[in-house]
């Protein structure tokens, strides 16, 4: 990507972050607990600051890093093949959580991520799937009081 493709997704994933905010107060109350919108409204706001930060990343000099990458064919065929592999795995994710539980399956798919963007240092991998897991559950089981999907092994 160059700088100009940078600023673009920036600015849609700003954009994308509104409308789901804004789609998100068709949601009805609850009586109980946290309202259901206020996940959506917390992903929205998180894609908003990601969007800002992607856009003012690319604005202040992120084009000369990336040109280096612009030039090399063999580096976006193995982009595009990494980004196919990220979304099998996804597909893999999601169709493996009713059986083996979210506590197995995420840590696999957030290893598999990092290893696919080039991460090779497993302990750093491993930690940060276990941590990330271990959040992520907590974030859903304490604060949203989502049940997740749970296996025979958890």
Known sequence: MNKNNDVISGATFVTLSMLIFAVSFQIPASQHGLS???FPRFI?????????IQVKASMKGGGEQHKAHDESNESIKSYVLRVLVFLVSCFLYINSLKIFGFVIVTPLLVAVTMYLFNERKWLRIASVSI????????????IFRVPLPRSLFW
Do not use: E
């Open 44 to 52: 929205a706001a998180c894609i908003f600051i990601l969007g800002i």
């Open 131 to 142: 941590l990330t897991t271990v959040l992520l559950y907590s974030i859903f089981r304490i």
């Open 36 to 38: 259901p919108a206020a």
